[in-house]
């Protein structure tokens, strides 16, 4: 199991990848500011899916810190390649925002299931 949830937090995070710094595809008549729904929900998943790989090594609560930590630099990272390897795509500071929004939406997800769990047992 331990490698099954490597893989796909690798997978996740390439995959992540590549979609960021390819050119946009979608509807060009999207409201503006839109795509930060999608990188809340993309970097929801991505610190959920590492917070799951993480806590088979650290305690719940370190883990859950890591994959909120990895989510953000990871992010800026990001935005940093798309300033820097591409033309078509640029930095912008409120997709940041939007990534840390997905990450704090993904531990308060973790933490009420953690809860629930504790509640049934």
């Known amino acids: 199991m331990r490698k099954l949830l490597v893989l796909l937090s690798i997978g996740y ?27 809340a929900i993309a970097y929801m998943f991505f610190t959920m899916i590492w917070y799951l790989t993480l806590k088979q090594s650290y305690f719940l609560k370190k883990a859950l810190s890591k994959a909120v930590g990895l989510a953000i630099v990871f992010g800026i990272i ?14 912008d500071i409120k997709d940041v ?18 809860k629930m769990k504790v509640k049934n047992n």
């Open 13 to 39: 995070s390439i995959v992540l990848t590549i979609l960021s710094l390819l050119p946009q595809v979608g509807p060009s008549n999207m409201p503006s500011n839109s795509d930060k729904v999608f990188h």
């Open 78 to 91: 990001i935005e940093i390649l798309q300033h820097t390897l591409t033309q078509h795509r640029e930095a």
């Open 97 to 114: 925002v939007a990534n840390i929004i997905g990450a704090l939406l993904a531990v308060l997800i973790i933490k009420l299931a953690l």
